[in-house]
Each structure stands twice: as C-alpha cells, then as structure tokens.
C-alpha cells in the first residue's frame, strides 16, 4: 500500500539556523498539507497547498514558513530562521486522487525537529 | 474559529471492557469526522471515518456515532484489548480542506 515518506526522521539545529523538511506524498495525490505537533499536545494545521499554491494557511504559518513543490514528487517545508518554540513534530499529509478528491489525509511518519 | 472539543483527556479501562470517547465541533459546515489512533512517537494512524450523510458505522469492534444537529460524535471501543492503548484524535474537516484535530483523549488498557 503506498505510504507518505518523509525526510529526515530527525533533525537538531541551533536557533536561527534554516531547516528544509521533505515529503513525498501518496502518487496521484493532488492535495498536500503540513501539520505540526509540539510534544504531548494536539496535531496543528499549518498549510494546505493544490495546484501549485497555497490553498490555506495558519496564524502559525508566518513569514519565516514557506513552502515548495519543486518537482512532480516532493514537497517541502522550509522555515527560515527557526525559534525554539519550532521544536516539534512536523507531519506531511497527502489526498485527493485526480478528477474524484477525497477527505482521508494520509499522514507521514513526521520529522522531529529540535530547536537549540 | 473552527474548533473540535474533545473529552476525557484520558480514559482507563479493564481489558474487555467498552470505552467511549464524545467530540463536539463547532463548524457546522464540516462534513467528514476521521479518528485517528496516534502511537509514541508514530504517524497518526486513520481508524475510522464518518461523513455527515451516515449517523453510525460500525468496523469490527470500532463504531462511530454521528448527530449533526447537535454536533457530536463518538468513537465506541468495544471489548478492549492491551493494542488498543494510544492517543486517540477525533478531528472535523471539509472537503478537501485541513483537518482540526482535538486534544486527544490517551486510552490506557488495564490488565
């Protein structure tokens, strides 16, 4: 069964270092999204992105967030200057098949990043 | 804004035993309600969907109950087992649209 892939698994920076998160989400999919999930607390919505643009975006989606699908297969998240308070889980999600689109959001394994 | 509350926080039964878990969202627009079953450190994992269309469905030992007017729905656990200890999520969405994820509710089976 296909899955959503992303990389890497972990990654520590120190504060105000950029950081690039990649996915690869569900082939066929056309609906892209990033969620975050700082430790112990509920998965937040950060961005939503179809056909090539951003559908949607959080208050936590500020300027220093940003992302990209620079080819047929990845789509990455990119925080420029990263705070402290960026340290969580980062989880890709895919949907939607071309022509019948769907609710189910497949989810990634996430990225666990920590902010020093 | 849009917002899905969700209750207990945590919630420990007896193996064999039934436990519930009671959401309420506040978009009246969402139509599709998905349960994610979330483990240390792992992905959420989709147990279980409903969409506004259907009150009830039922999977092996898993139900979900949906009222629209009142804009509840409930996840059913039946006969618990030791693998069904995690963070459970209800969440709401649109079509297409992100999801909004409650604040989990972490089951925990008793031997």
């Known amino acids: 069964e296909p899955e959503v892939t992303q990389t890497p698994s972990h990654q520590v920076t120190q504060m105000g270092q950029e950081v690039i998160l990649r996915c690869v989400p569900i082939s066929n999919h056309l609906y892209f999204y990033w969620y975050r999930q700082i430790l112990g607390q509920k998965v937040e919505f950060l961005v939503s992105?179809?056909?090539?643009?951003?559908?949607?975006k959080s208050e936590i989606f500020d300027d220093q967030f940003s992302v990209e699908r620079p080819d047929g297969s990845n789509f990455t998240l990119k925080i420029r200057s990263t705070k402290l308070e960026d340290s969580a889980m980062y989880f890709c999600?895919?949907?939607?098949?071309?022509?019948?689109?769907?609710?189910?959001?497949?989810f990634g394994p996430g990225t666990r990043l920590l902010v020093l | 804004g849009e917002n899905v509350e969700q209750h207990p926080s945590t919630l420990s039964v007896q193996e064999g035993d039934s436990a519930v878990i009671k959401c309420t969202y506040s978009?009246?627009?969402?139509?599709?309600f998905p349960w994610y079953k979330q483990e240390l450190g792992k992905r959420p994992q989709l147990i279980i969907d409903?969409?506004?269309?259907?009150g009830e469905k039922k999977d092996q030992r898993i139900a979900v109950t949906l009222n629209k007017t009142a804009k509840h729905f409930s996840l059913h656990i039946t006969e618990t087992q030791p693998e069904d200890s995690a963070v459970y999520f209800c969440?709401?969405?649109?079509?297409?649209?992100?999801?909004?994820f409650g604040k989990g509710t972490r089951l925990h089976i008793l031997p």
């Open positions: 978009d009246s627009a969402s139509n599709y």
């Open positions: 992105f179809y056909n090539n643009e951003i559908s949607e």
């Open positions: 409903i969409r506004s269309n259907v």
């Open positions: 999600a895919s949907s939607g098949d071309r022509g019948r689109p769907q609710e189910t959001q497949y």
């Open positions: 969440a709401a969405s649109k079509r297409d649209d992100k999801i909004i």
